[in-house]
């Protein structure tokens, strides 16, 4: 099952991009031998300044069709880690070849695209900033996989 990190926004050089950089490409090599991955971002930035409504267009354009949508959203449910790998086994168990994990910008996701995702995964119901959203669902993406592979990268 590839995955899709689609996110409002250009990250620049500096350490988010470089634990990004570091996380993806581990989640790949463990995801490997386990039917998940490759993972990427795709980054989409609404230059013409239609706000949400034009963001959630660019995100819309840029999902796989047929693909699993999780919005990320503080306002989703919080699982555990071993929770969140067990549900992307399952998305993959189940056929699905594509998962879609769409990180909103300043003000957030759509309404309209919310609706339409299959679920809303949060990080708690503090507010982070998106940028930092990327790098922690990067881990996350490779933590389930350390998990599902029985690696020792996660201690409970
Ligand atoms: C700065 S936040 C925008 C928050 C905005 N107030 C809203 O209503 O969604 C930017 C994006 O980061 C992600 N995000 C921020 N905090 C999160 C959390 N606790 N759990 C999951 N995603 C989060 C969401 O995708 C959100 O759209």
Avoid: C
């Amino acid at each position: 099952m590839r995955v899709h990190i689609v996110a409002v926004g250009r990250l620049r050089a500096g350490p988010q991009k470089d634990l990004i950089d570091d996380y993806l490409p581990r989640f790949d090599r463990t995801g490997r031998g386990l039917g998940l991955g490759p993972a990427r971002v795709i980054e989409v930035d609404d230059r013409k300044g239609g706000g949400m409504a034009g963001e959630a267009d660019l995100i819309r354009r840029a999902l796989p069709g047929g693909a699993v949508i999780v919005a990320m959203d503080e306002r989703g449910r919080v699982e555990s880690s071993p929770d969140f790998a067990q549900r992307l086994a399952e998305w993959r168990d189940a056929g699905h070849g594509d998962l879609a994990l769409i990180i909103g910008g300043a003000d957030g996701i759509d309404s309209s695209l919310r609706a339409d995702a299959d679920f809303a995964l949060s990080f708690g119901k503090m507010v982070w900033p998106h940028m930092l959203v990327r790098v922690m669902l990067a881990e996350q993406l490779y933590r389930a996989a350390s998990i599902l592979a029985g690696a020792p990268y996660h201690r409970n």
